[in-house]
């Protein structure tokens, strides 16, 4: 099992908001594959697959998770 969690985006950001997940939970995802997209404040990155598997989302859509967060598994 691979984790998914919000990176550090600088030293201000503490926080960031799901903005989109790209696939459905339990879809087969590929490593490298943009996987979601999450914003703060400054700035809006797509996040990539760490691993290939099954991604199983913890965080929705809308919510604000602080950096270290995990969004997501993947099995």
Known sequence: MTLLPVPQLGNE???AEVS?????????VVQGEPVVSIST???A????APA???LRILI??????E???VLARIE
């Open 60 to 65: 929705a859509e809308g919510d604000i998770a």
């Open 41 to 43: 404040t400054k700035m």
């Open 20 to 28: 989109e997940w790209f696939r459905p939970d339990g879809a087969e």
């Open 67 to 69: 950096v270290g967060t």
């Open 52 to 54: 290939s598997g099954k």
């Open 13 to 15: 950001i503490t926080e």
């Open 45 to 48: 990155i797509d996040l990539e």
